[in-house]
């Protein structure tokens, strides 16, 4: 019987009863409007474990599939197949000769899915109508151009144009909005090994935010479903402590979401790719113009870092804002944001005393 259980919840009781570890795809579960805190209400007798995990999906519009030893809470494959085009209006973004529709095509081709567009052997596409573009894309595709055309709205200070519903945008990058939970003071005495669910169980609660891992990632690099860690900290913060945990192990974490921690391994963290805008007056004032400031960050984040030298990561100065947007790994935007932060204009010089 699960009574208003949170879907979290509800699905690690069922990998203690099953004897096996599950794995949220979690961009394809967000995609189907669902939370990990979702209430699962469920009433039944013999049922297996796979039965009982199929009823609480399907009314959520996921299903679980069975890959070799893992098991993945995803969409349907026809829904994860569907590509659609979509009508986006994009007059306010553009201004003539300056900012024509042509360059926020290509502006959505570099930061969104690169690989999935028909210039690198994929098969979306953009059309480009006079201020409007045809957007031929999945739904996650969608999912992502919709957000950065808001964000570049919400940068420029224009209305938005998408459901009040989503409060999860934001111009604050993930990092800064979690920073009040990561910089949770953590008491915890794991001296001998113990097993990572239970640690990180532990440090849920205390940090009231959610955890989960990704089981499939880490089986894929051999690391084995019991897996055991050790912690010993006195009120450090929770950042600091998952990293003491996770990295002798050689795993790592990145925020997935507001509130939500996926752990995972370094590799696979190393290919996800994020996108984020730093406001970037104060570094221009630094430094003397945008195009110094980009220089600036190649130089110390490393230049084979970046689509010029052949890396995964863009740049782009968005001049009617004057914001930075980055596409880039987790760990990458740590470090930018911390050196962005360090770029400070030179205080002006004391007046005189009449």
């Not at 992502?144 to 919400?154: A, I, M, P, S, Y």
């Not at 005495?189 to 959610?210: D, K, M, R």
Request: aromatic content about 6%; glycine content about 6%; proline content about 8%.
């Amino acid at each position: 019987e699960l009574p208003a259980v949170p879907l979290r919840k509800a699905v690690s009781l069922l990998e203690s009863l099953g004897g096996v570890r599950i794995t949220y795809d979690l961009e394809e579960v967000a995609l189907a409007g669902v939370s990990l805190d979702m209430p699962v209400r469920l009433k039944q007798t013999d049922l297996s474990v796979g039965e009982i995990l199929r009823q609480i999906l399907e009314p959520m519009g996921l299903v679980y599939l069975v890959e070799g030893e893992d098991v993945v809470i995803i969409r349907p494959p026809a829904a994860r197949q569907h590509w659609h085009t979509v009508r986006y209006d994009v007059s306010d973004l553009t201004d003539n000769d300056e900012n024509p529709s042509e360059q926020i095509a290509k502006l959505l081709e570099r930061f969104v899915m690169p690989e999935s567009w028909l210039t690198s052997g994929g098969r979306g596409k953009i059309e480009v109508q006079d201020e409007v573009l045809l957007v031929h894309q999945t739904d996650l595709g969608h999912r992502q151009v919709t957000e950065l055309l808001e964000k570049l709205r919400l940068a420029r200070g224009l209305p938005l144009r998408i459901e009040p519903s989503r409060k999860d945008l934001s111009l604050q990058t993930r990092f800064s909005q979690m920073r009040p939970v990561l910089d949770r003071a953590i008491t915890a005495n794991f001296g001998s090994p113990t097993p990572l669910p239970e640690i990180l169980g532990y440090l849920e609660q205390l940090a009231q935010v959610v955890i989960v891992v990704d089981w499939v990632s880490l089986r894929a690099e051999g690391h084995p479903a019991n897996l055991s860690g050790t912690l010993r900290v006195h009120q450090q913060p929770l950042a600091q402590s998952l990293s003491q945990l996770l990295e002798p192990l050689g795993l790592t974490w990145r925020i997935a979401g507001p509130g939500l921690i996926q752990v995972t391994t370094q590799k696979a963290a190393g290919m996800e790719l994020v996108i984020e805008f730093y406001p970037c007056s104060e570094a221009i004032a630094a430094l003397g113009s945008a195009q110094a400031v980009l220089e600036a960050i190649k130089d110390h984040l490393g230049r084979t870092a970046w689509e010029d030298a052949q890396g995964p990561g863009v740049l782009y100065f968005d001049a009617p804002s004057k914001y930075l947007i980055v596409l880039q790994t987790p760990t990458v935007h740590r470090e930018l944001e911390r050196f962005l932060s360090g770029l400070r204009p030179p205080n002006p010089p004391a007046t005189p005393p009449k």
